[in-house]
């Protein structure tokens, strides 16, 4: 398989994503910037669980959720650019079926894929922390 740039594709490059995605963020709700740092510590833990975190805080905590949500679209898109196809079914958090149905997607994905699009995700994690130190601190206007 050939890897092609992700930052080339004629669609916003990483950097200008995760921007995008800290200011969205911020102008929901900026209590919701923290969840970039968390962002780049779950990507440790693989696709599934990064996938999932949105579901955990959908109930109680939606901004944080969407955000989340935002972050995983994005990677998807990202990748789809490269040639990488990625799961991204709309699930419910309470429909048990669909959640396990995204899991397996997920875990199918080969191993060489996962990786890339692991390493992508952190990229995207780590621009997000980058701009998230830049704007917690800027008024709301931004």
Known sequence: ?????????????????????????????????????????????????????????????????????????????IMSNAGIPVPNNTVDVNDTPAVEEMAHQLWQISREDQRLILAVLSQLCDAIVWWTQRYKGTSSST
Do not use: C, P
């Open 1 to 77: 398989m050939a890897w092609k740039s992700y930052s080339t594709t004629g669609t916003a490059n990483i950097d200008q994503t995760a921007q995008k995605l800290v200011l969205n963020a911020k102008k929901r709700n900026r209590d919701s910037l923290n969840q970039g740092f968390k962002m780049r510590e779950n990507v440790a833990y693989g696709l599934e669980r990064f996938w999932g975190e949105h579901l955990r805080l959908q109930i109680r905590e939606t901004e944080k959720s969407l955000y989340w949500k935002e972050t995983w679209d994005a990677l998807v898109e």
